[in-house]
């Protein structure tokens, strides 16, 4: 369960009018919203990609952007487990040919089932089959089911297969549940439903600089402020320039100093060199502890090296069962 290569450069990804080219048109496509692209959501895609193989057809992923839960109900942060560009890369690692970017916007909510049908999936896509979830809805007040799907392709020459809920533990696999995970620290749990280890990623940039006077230097990441993840300290593998590190995060308000806003910092063991301005990515191994503040600094700091300790040993242990450094 390891962080997917950089997106294919042989993987287009299209954004709403533009042209599709040639190679990906009539193709079997996934549609879904495939946030966090996991496990249940990886049984659509494979579904497409076996029947797109099966036919000689390519296999393209439909998905939507932003997200449309934040466009109902844009007061309400949504905790995204993957922005779009990590979206892209796991789509990219996925066996996908290609992936549409549809805006999801005022336009494309009011538009109806049908319309969708016969200008999106058939006008411009001109699909030779679709794949959906079992609880897929689409079109204006998401009155697009699954067997209107069916009803449509059987009219306009397509053909329609409709995955059921993959189970973990008797409940569907969801982003929900990846989330719910999540914000309660239970990483190996969301890992498992993913199916692959979750991470972050961004440019490395700089923070109050509190670290290095602690004998602990960080890299600084700025996550998106709805992430909703568990603050506490956690064993983590950083993605440097093609390289992996072992290392030890903290996502949280740092109470021990200022209680502001929450910061990702990660530390990197045997690194030396200037982060800043480089891409980082974390992949998020176990959870540690919960974030607490401490009698003292020198507390701290006794902490600190504690937390290291953990981390090697969890990500030694982790590497053993993967087989990989």
């Known amino acids: 369960m390891t962080v997917p290569p ?3 450069p042989d993987f287009p990804a299209v954004r709403d009018s533009k042209s599709l080219p040639p ?24 579904t497409a990609v076996s029947s797109a193989r099966d036919r000689g057809r390519p296999a393209l992923a439909l998905t939507f952007e932003p997200h ?15 922005p779009e560009p990590a979206k892209l890369r796991l789509l990219a690692a996925s066996g996908l040919d290609g992936a549409v970017v549809m ?3 005022g336009a494309l909510a009011g538009r109806s089932a049908e319309a969708f049908v016969s200008e999106v ?16 809805r ?14 449509e392709g059987a009219r306009l020459g397509f053909a329609v297969a409709v995955v059921a809920p993959l189970l973990a533990g008797g409940r569907p696999v969801s982003s929900g549940a ?6 309660s620290g239970q990483i190996a749990e969301a890992n498992e439903l993913l199916g692959h280890a979750w991470f972050v990623e961004g440019k490395v940039v700089r923070g109050a600089r509190r670290g290095k006077p602690l004998g602990f230097p960080t890299a600084n990441l700025a996550l998106d402020p709805s992430c909703a993840l568990m603050h506490g300290i956690y064993a983590v593998r950083a993605h440097v320039d093609e390289r992996a590190y072992q290392a030890v995060a903290s996502f949280g308000r740092r109470p021990q100093f200022d209680d502001g806003a929450a910061v990702f910092e990660v530390l990197l063991f ?7 301005g480089k891409s980082l990515t974390a992949e998020f191994v176990d959870f540690i502890r919960p974030e607490r503040k401490f009698p003292s600094v020198e507390a701290l700091k006794a902490q600190m090296e504690e937390d290291s300790k953990d981390a090697r040993a969890i990500l030694a242990r982790a590497g053993a069962r993967t087989g990989k450094p």
Do not use: C, M, W
Not at 68 to 82: D, G, H, I, K, M
Not at 121 to 136: E, H, M, T
Not at 178 to 183: E, G, M, P, Q
Not at 270 to 276: A, K, Q, R, V
């Open 270 to 276: 045997d690194f030396e060199g200037d982060l800043y």
């Open 68 to 82: 449309p839960r934040s466009f109902f109900r844009p007061a309400e942060p949504l905790f995204r487990l993957t």
């Open 6 to 8: 950089v997106t294919r």
């Open 103 to 105: 805006t999801f916007d």
């Open 178 to 183: 990846v989330r719910v995970a999540l914000t």
């Open 121 to 136: 999936l058939v006008g411009r896509l001109a699909i030779a089959g679709v794949v959906v979830g079992a609880d897929f």
């Open 23 to 46: 190679q990906l048109i009539g193709a079997f496509v996934a549609i879904g919203n495939f946030d966090g692209v996991h496990r249940g959501h990886r049984a659509v895609i494979d």
């Open 138 to 151: 689409f079109g204006k007040g998401r009155l697009g089911t699954p067997e209107l799907l069916r009803e």
